[in-house]
């Protein structure tokens, strides 16, 4: 079974097409908790405890090798990966300060049993980029840079409850679940101390938000708490949620740096200050950047899922999808990687054989009917249109034999979604 565990991953190889199917298998198997009611053992120590002394390696030292390492989560509104392009809020936010500085992008995916406080002050990563609300518990062991967003914490119910809160009195028949290791949780304590009936069901930190969602979503569990815009995001793929009271208003979120690189979080503050601050009346002043990027994740009419595609329907097969031996067969027949083919199929149509593209490329690998033989009608079968594109796939990937393995498969990829003539112009510029 695929886990996130195994990938603290430099996203510089074909690993990018991997994490996607990481991404579904956490949606939907292991990685995710069990019913509320086995939840009442699970270990309560906080992440926090036992982190690791920060490494020395401060912006200099970023500037003297090149690259910057960004510790996040794969999420609709962190980073994700669409037709492998990557993509994210989080992720355009760090790539164009990135870029603003003449340096290489590494992105660092946190593994269900990491920590990413120790990814940090390992080494591993520069710099936590994944919608972190800042507590005081974290600033023990990080410190943050200046905000660049502001969210509201909301109660997220399951749509199948009865039950429709209305306020945070509503909610005392209601198990609430989250990690121990969130704001949410901190929250949730303090409105308990202020005299709230609440239930708290604590799961393992291992399970993120969008986890917590999924099973809310299908009614594992009752009700969860999210970021305002992380709702917004995940509603428009998920479904099965509805929104409930708002429990905390205008939670600052940034990005989490070792305690040690002053210089490298002074750089953050001067990029993150263009982009958003308080005017004198105390309204946030957004840059257009920002606005443009609120809006294309979080506000914008595009549904979000239109570029993440974490299929939640995994979890009724017990594997990736439902085509996972034709597709381990025809990969063998082609000597393709079967989880790349995989990765593919799921990029390109989401498992769905009947699924059309604008430039009319059709079925499960999107096979464009101008470049096959096959009639149209007969790309709608699953087993004739994964043949197919695997058949086109393996026809490109002999075309770039010449390559080592990682640009074979970078251009084969191109190749297969943008087709010979682009990639030839691109290759000419």
Known sequence: MLSRNSLKTRLTSKSNWYLILIAFVCAGLSCTGGP????????????LANITEPVER????????????????????????????????????????????????????IGEDENPYDLLNSGEGDLIAASYTITDERREVVDFTRPYNLVDQIIVLSEELELEPESITDLSSIPITVRRNSSYYVKLKELQEEGFDLTINVVSDDMDTEALLFQVANGSYSA????????????????GL???????????????????????????????????????????????????LRKKYFEGSTPVADYFTPDVEVQRFGGISPYDSLLQTVAAEFDLDW?????????????????????????????????????????????????????ILKEQMDHYSYMDSTSQWNFALATYNAGPGHVADARRL
């Open 36 to 47: 509320e009611a086995d939840t009442k053992d699970v270990n309560r120590t906080p992440i």
């Open 58 to 109: 401060d912006y200099a030292d970023i500037k003297n090798t090149g690259i910057l390492r960004v510790i996040t989560s794969y999420s609709s509104s962190t980073y994700f990966l669409h037709r492998g392009i990557q993509a994210g809020f989080e992720y355009e936010l760090i790539k164009n300060f990135a870029k603003e500085h003449d340096l290489a992008l590494e992105v660092i995916i």
């Open 224 to 239: 969860t708490v999210a970021d305002d815009n992380f709702f917004q995001a995940s509603d428009k793929y998920m479904g």
């Open 242 to 292: 509805v929104r409930g009271p708002v429990i905390a208003q205008n939670d600052t979120i940034a990005w989490a740096v070792r305690k040690n690189a002053p210089d490298l979080k002074n750089k953050f503050n001067q990029y993150l200050y263009k982009h958003f601050r308080f005017g004198s009346d105390g309204i946030p002043k957004r840059s257009a950047f920002l606005n443009v």
């Open 339 to 391: 989880v790349m083919l995989t990765s593919i199929a799921a990029q390109e149509s989401k498992f769905d054989p009947n699924s059309e593209s604008w430039a009319g490329a059709v079925g499960i690998m999107q096979v464009l009917p101008r470049f096959s033989e096959i009639p149209l009608e007969s790309l709608y079968d699953p087993e004739i249109n994964i043949r197919e594109g695997a058949r």
